[in-house]
């Protein structure tokens, strides 16, 4: 099975994000019930680990950039994970006022911690998705997020 930790994040996302259904309340439950749908016990590991992680960036006191207009230059590592079309949704992102620079970086260190090679721009939305659900602050952002996730329409015109 070929199944990636973003197929997880996306089931966890479609199955239990909408309000309706809740997740199991242990994680031994949740871990069960993704093996029963198919995914493989590494793969799903590594999601919730991923999930766990994230929740702990969140939950750290934000320390605001001093200068929001600054350039972000990405690492060699970066750009061979992250290639130009997911660095360019990024800017436009960041420019829409969808992410802010914190957000960004959030959503940068959450896409080098897959265990994949390179990050496609579909995983990439998701990313930012799923960092954008809990923040503060972010609604509007994550509404819009959401859109442009479901939409056939491409993010931005090149």
């Known amino acids: 099975m070929t199944d990636t930790m973003v197929d997880v994040l996306i089931y966890l996302y ?3 994000m909408d309000g309706e259904t809740h997740p ?3 994680q031994n439950s949740l871990m069960d019930e993704l093996a029963m749908a198919g ?3 590494v ?3 590594r ?3 991923w999930l766990d992680e994230l929740a702990l960036m969140q939950m750290e006191p934000s320390v605001k950039p001093s200068r929001l207009n600054a350039m972000r230059i990405y690492t060699d590592a970066e750009k061979q994970r ?3 079309d997911c660095r360019g949704l990024l800017l436009f992102l ?3 006022e969808m992410l802010d620079p914190l957000s960004r970086e959030m959503v940068i260190e959450r896409a080098m911690a897959l265990d994949t090679g390179m990050v496609g721009e579909e995983e990439l939305k998701w990313i930012v998705l799923l960092v954008l659900m809990n923040q503060p602050g972010q609604e509007m952002a994550f509404a819009r997020m959401e859109d442009l996730v479901y939409s056939d329409e491409p993010a931005y015109i090149h």
């Open 43 to 45: 793969v799903v590991e």
């Open 82 to 84: 992250l290639d130009q």
């Open 47 to 49: 999601a919730i680990q």
């Open 39 to 41: 995914f493989p016990n």
């Open 14 to 16: 479609e199955k239990y």
């Open 24 to 26: 199991p309340a242990d």
């Open 94 to 96: 960041e420019q829409n």
